[in-house]
DNA sequence: GTCTATACTTCGATAGAC
DNA sequence: GTCTATCGAAGTATAGAC
């Protein structure tokens, strides 16, 4: 008999705020540690090369050199984990996309941008955690949505001063187009999957050359 | 969060294997049974709803209406579970596939059918799984080539016998292209995301036109 | 300010009773 | 052919010692 799993107290149930809902906020560490700085260096290596669903705190401890606790002393929940992740990441990117979108030929720094190997598969993870923590959804959009509207206003600008000729078609279309396949690209890449990949580069690359000129 | 929580026998550390690694094979359900089915009808839908991740035996279990162990009687690992459900999720789509690519519009069909809310979500859902479980991955990806060279090869039918015109573009350039973005559009419309997606969608409208006729 | 001890829950999986 | 009892590992998170 014994031990059949009593039920246990009401416990607050995880309800996955991010952290603290409204009352005694316990204590965490400093923005500056090292450590800190460590645990998202950490998790954004297992999100790329696992996925985020990869991401547990004691596996983070383990990577880390730490003890899964102190995972927790620095991010109270593993949603604050993502959400530090998520927004250094867009922070050093929007820099990098400035620098890139500032050039002669910004369709071609979007694409290259885009097909990067790191920011598209950190994307993806985030979207499709975005899908499975809705806490931190609105959060995830909001940034690539910030990203989305500074890329266009990019594209408009160099449509409008003669830069790029898109040929009438639209800007944000073209965009999203470019964006949406980069992605899926490197995500089938990462899966071995290969047909067709050779010849989408060449026909963007086709594309490419007839908005901005050069071959 | 679910997660793998592999046994750590000592079992041949080669990997994960579906169902049995070379002995002993545990009993399992019939192929036909109600039950079966029904486990694979609830994940479909857990994984639409929150992602491969949540998909666990015992949330699979209760929503099914029977209990954990139960699920491992039919699917031994979760694995097979994820197997079971990609199979037949395939096979259906195989028969829809053929009839759409059948029609005067492959190029329209092939949006279509990518479009698809639920076939875009499996899709992402499976390719994630596939970067998670790397132990599955290669059944995910020889599934989703598979697709690829069957629309592949109706695309370069329908070039050849003058059904649609690319105007020297490359069938398989178009066709990834195609099919990536229109995934990445539903997995952003997913999480809320809408900016430049009506562009997208009349921009591909008007070269579909172009390439089949028809506005 | 930082980390350890530890609570409690849920996981995948198995053995063997019905 | 189905389900109960139960295991041991791993999961998130908190309290309180340094």
Redesign the pocket.
């Known amino acids: 008999?014994?031990?059949?799993?009593q039920p246990?107290?009401p416990?607050?149930k995880?309800g996955?705020k991010l952290s603290d809902a409204g009352g005694t906020r316990?204590?965490t560490?400093?923005e500056d540690?090292k450590?800190r700085a460590t645990l998202i260096d950490v998790t954004e290596r297992l999100m790329l090369r696992d996925g985020y669903a990869a991401?547990?705190?004691?596996?983070v401890a383990v990577e880390a050199g730490?003890?899964?606790?102190?995972v927790?002393?620095y991010f109270?929940?593993?949603d604050d984990l993502f959400v530090a992740v998520l927004r250094r990441r867009a922070e050093q990117q929007v820099v990098r996309q400035a620098r890139l979108l500032a050039g002669e030929e910004p369709l071609r720094a979007l694409w290259a941008f885009n097909t990067d190997r790191k920011s598209a598969r950190f994307l993806t993870e985030f979207i499709g955690l975005a899908n499975h923590r809705k806490s931190i959804r609105g959060e995830i959009s909001a940034y690539a949505e910030r990203f989305r509207a500074i890329e266009l206003a990019a594209i408009e600008a160099a449509v409008a001063d003669g830069r790029i000729d898109l040929g009438g078609l639209s800007p944000a279309g073209i965009l999203v187009l470019l964006s949406t396949s980069s992605r899926g690209l490197v995500n089938e890449e990462a899966i071995g999957m290969s047909t067709g990949h050779e010849e989408v580069h060449a026909l963007v690359e086709q594309l490419l050359a007839r908005a901005e000129g050069r071959t």
């Open positions: 008999m014994a031990v059949a799993n246990k107290k416990q607050a995880s996955r316990r204590r560490g400093s540690s450590t991401v547990t705190s004691r596996r730490v003890t899964a606790p102190l927790h002393y109270p929940s593993l």
